[in-house]
T-cell receptor
Framework: DGGITQSPKYLFRKEGQNVTLSCEQN?????MYWYRQDPGQGLRLIYY???????QKGDIAEGYSVSREKKESFPLTVTSAQKNPTAFYLC???????????FGAGSRLTVL | GQQVMQIPQYQHVQEGEDFTTYCNSS?????IQWYKQRPGGHPVFLIQ?????EVKKQKRLTFQFGEAKKNSSLHITATQTTDVGTYFC????????????FGKGTHLIIQP
């Protein structure tokens, strides 16, 4: 079945550590996105990529980094510069122009 | 920037009662989308509305897009326990992949 796979599902991190969240899709979608979800805050866009080797900052990119070396993969690194990293992170993709998102199951990051 | 307001934040209903959530945008939209997120899950696309005044139905769910393309509603008739979750609207204003703005969602809680 086609879809988006995120890993790990749960992740614990100590303050000061960088962590990388994986996102892989086999939908052949061009565009991929990372969203952050906090209770009562809805979904906020961190980064997005419309094509391989290109990506753009979203509304809350500070403290995060991404890469898009392959069409199928869009990993997100949460750096130590992110002040409040504890959140639920969602990866999504869409076929260009449709702007209808397919989401992965999410990764829940907790900073201890 | 574009803002999408969604009300109410929480809605408690008895099973069998109707439910409505409302979405209002600060700008005219190209389209509006609705997503459902079950507890512990990820958002799943429900529907997209594009035309002014459009009404679409999915079984017990009725979606409306306002004449001015700035507001939308989702109405569920005779709620069932399977309807539990958070319903998000997302307004697309055009201009590219970052033109989608999510509302904060309405949490539907159903008491049997």
């Amino acid at each position: 079945d086609g879809g988006i796979t995120q890993s790990p599902k749960y992740l614990f991190r100590k303050e000061g550590q960088n962590v990388t969240l994986s996102c892989e899709q086999n939908l052949n979608h061009d565009a991929m996105y990372w969203y952050r979800q906090d209770p009562g805050q809805g979904l906020r866009l961190i980064y997005y990529s419309q094509i391989v080797n290109d990506f753009q900052k979203g509304d809350i990119a500070e403290g995060y980094s991404v890469s898009r070396e392959k069409k199928e993969s869009f990993p997100l690194t949460v750096t130590s510069a992110q002040k409040n990293p504890t959140a639920f992170y969602l990866c999504a993709s869409d076929s260009s122009g449709a702007n209808v998102l397919t989401f992965g199951a999410g990764s829940r990051l907790t900073v201890l | 920037g574009q803002q999408v307001m969604q009300i109410p934040q929480y809605q408690h209903v008895q099973e069998g009662e109707d439910f409505t959530t409302y979405c209002n945008s600060s700008t005219t939209l190209s389209n509006i989308q609705w997503y459902k997120q079950r507890p512990g899950g990820h958002p799943v696309f429900l529907i997209q509305l594009v035309k002014s005044g459009e009404v679409k139905k999915q079984k017990r769910l009725t979606f409306q897009f306002g004449e001015a393309k700035k507001n939308s509603s989702l109405h569920i008739t005779a709620t069932q326990t399977t309807d539990v979750g958070t319903y998000f609207c997302a307004g697309y204003s055009g201009g590219g992949a970052d033109g989608l703005t999510f509302g904060k969602g309405t949490h539907l809680i159903i008491q049997p």
